[in-house]
Antibody, heavy 119, light 113 residues
Framework: QVQLVQSGAEVKKTGTAVKISCKAS????????FTWVRQAPGQGLEWMGW????????QYAQRLQGRVTMSTDRTTRTAYMELRSLRSDDTAVYFC????????????WGQGTLVTVSS | EIVLTQTPLSLPVTPGEPASISCRAS????????????LDWYLQKPGQSPQLLTY???HRASGVPDRFSGSGSGTDFTLKISRVEAEDVGVYYC?????????FGQGTRLEMK
């Protein structure tokens, strides 16, 4: 069965970086991409970006450009999202999702990773 | 970027009654290259990750009960629940995937009366 397992909660200082992992299993890794979404406390879902599962092509939200990098490691079947120069408003739960594009939407999601940023 | 506007933002429903949520896009979500319309619906139950309900307007995701149905075209879309059950409580989001950046609606909170 398809599973996405994310790394654990993080507490970070402002100005530092966080890197979250999303380990996939139960399907052909290169057959789908990954979408990353975050949710600030009490807020809605915010799209952060997308990475293809085969060639590693990326698209990022403009407001995060320059601070975010998404990557994949096919050997370990893991997707990563790194966010740098953290600010207090980056405090959120971060989700990865398997993105099947036209074939089926974002059909499996990780359990979420809480990132708390404080000074 | 494409703006999605959901109505209503809050939806109190009596169990067993139908419910409907609207999502309007600021531009067409129809892709003439492949004939698909890229509008999905997601449900986020309290304390959980989002879950896919329908994709490309009306295709129900695996395991989603048939009381959920998506419809619409172009810029206007609707998610209908034929008979609401207690487990349907949560926040419903529409999302467009026709172009980057993907965007979500503000969310509609469904609660039991």
């Amino acid at each position: 069965q398809v599973q996405l397992v994310q790394s654990g909660a993080e507490v970070k200082k402002t100005g530092t970086a966080v890197k979250i992992s999303c380990k996939a299993s139960g399907y052909t890794f290169t057959s789908a991409g990954f979408t990353w979404v975050r949710q600030a406390p009490g807020q809605g879902l915010e799209w952060m970006g997308w990475i293809s599962g085969n060639y590693g092509n990326t698209q990022y939200a403009q407001r995060l450009q320059g601070r975010v990098t998404m990557s994949t490691d096919r050997t370990t079947r893991t997707a990563y999202m790194e966010l740098r120069s953290l600010r207090s408003d980056d405090t959120a739960v971060y989700f990865c999702g398997r993105d099947r594009g036209a074939a089926g939407g974002i059909d499996y999601w990780g359990q979420g990773t809480l990132v708390t940023v404080s000074s | 970027e494409i703006v999605l506007t959901q109505t209503p933002l809050s939806l109190p429903v009596t169990p067993g009654e139908p419910a409907s949520i609207s999502c309007r896009a600021s531009q067409s979500l129809f892709d003439s290259d492949d004939g698909n319309t890229y509008l999905d619906w997601y449900l986020q139950k309290p304390g959980q990750s989002p879950q896919l309900l329908t994709y490309t307007v009306s295709h129900r995701a695996s395991g989603v009960p048939d009381r959920f149905s998506g419809s619409g075209s172009g810029t206007d879309f609707t998610l209908k629940i034929s008979r609401v059950e207690a487990e349907d409580v949560g926040v419903y989001y529409c999302m467009q995937r026709i172009e980057f950046p993907y965007t979500f609606g503000q969310g509609t909170r469904l609660e039991m009366k």
